[in-house]
């Protein structure tokens, strides 16, 4: 069956530039999730979904970031003001739900989009 | 606030060699625990996961780890490694009350053929 897409699969911007990034999650996952990995880091938690609302944001890193799952399914990442800082290697997730329930919470990722602000 | 640790960064075996990759978490609480391995070039796939019961847990491609709550530790082993097993791997650890994970800083194994 179809896993996580996500799109771009690459983005180049300039600083201080606005970038949209796409989630769609497997068919049938209630709670998605974003996550920022840089370069040799272990991928870091930004904000997570159950359904439309945003469950848990306290990884988002300040105000410029922004995310919405307006019908519970896709969802989008939103960078506004780019810095170079924000180069990495964004990740999204879904499960089941988000909290388990033996194996319901179990995520699966995405390919990622790798952003390079310049 | 929830903490994960991986010992070793990188790690270089010969093929048929055993591996045990390190991983301790700071929660005293219930916990889930989960490996992840990136291939170079793919996105990250499940290995295998803890949520309760048997604190030995086999996963997928001959792994299995074992959760020691007094450790607060869920090292990865594999009796004879591959070089098809050369990737990266990742400890994480969430509550059954949240979904977010937090995730180690991962292990780069590197197996000589």
Redesign the interface.
Known sequence: GAGVSQTPSNKVTEKGKYVELRCDPISGHTALYWYRQSLGQGPEFLIYFQGTGAADDSGLPNDRFFAVRPEGSVSTLKIQRTERGDSAVYLCASSLRATSGRGSGTQYFGPGTRLLVL | AQS?SQHNHHVILSEAASLELGCNYSYGGTV?L?W?VQYPG?????LL?Y??GDPLVKGIKGFEAEFIKSKFSFNLRKPSVQWSDTAEY?C?V?T???????????TTLQVKP
Do not use: D
């Open positions: 994960v889930n989960f992840y793919q996105h990250l796939q499940l996961k949520f309760s990742f994480a969430n059954p009350n949240t979904g977010k994970l937090i995730f180690g800083q991962g």
